[in-house]
């Protein structure tokens, strides 16, 4: 996976271009994990970085802990999510660092959502609830 400045996700579909997931009648659309968890597995695994893209996420956010909204509906740029569960990481993750997957696991794995309303998201969109109870 590469960064990108912008993304389209697709109702009920997923990120257009993703060949993971889009279209694959799966409700693993679109995945998410906050830049400070990899900052946190890359320190433990004695790296400096894990550079964007290759945890292979979707979407890689700041400043927000992504496992508090499952359950909830997020507006991210002109799409709305529902956030559903929890990442299972791959062993694909050890091919970015070895141990990764080991540390990615009890809410440090980033999560997975669903597209309820498709639009364009851009890097740097904020993340906001759209549930009434106002979490985010």
């Known amino acids: 996976m590469r960064g990108v400045a912008e993304l389209e996700a697709v109702t009920g579909k997923g990120v257009a271009g993703c060949a993971r997931y889009f279209e694959k009648s799966s409700p693993r659309q679109v995945t998410l994990i906050e830049r400070e968890q990899l900052l ?9 970085h894990i550079a964007p893209g290759n945890a292979r ?17 997020i507006e991210v740029g002109g799409a709305l999510l529902h956030v559903h569960e929890l990442r299972t990481p791959c062993e694909q993750m050890d091919a970015v660092a070895p141990g990764l997957r080991a540390l ?31 979490l985010v």
């Open 40 to 48: 946190a597995h890359a320190q433990a695994l004695g790296l400096e």
């Open 104 to 134: 990615m696991k009890d809410g440090k794995q980033g999560v997975i959502a669903t597209v309820v309303r498709g639009g364009t998201i851009r890097e740097g969109d904020p993340i906001r609830s759209a549930d009434p109870s106002g």
């Open 57 to 73: 996420s979707n979407i890689e956010t700041e400043g927000i802990c992504l496992s508090t909204l499952l359950g909830y509906h």
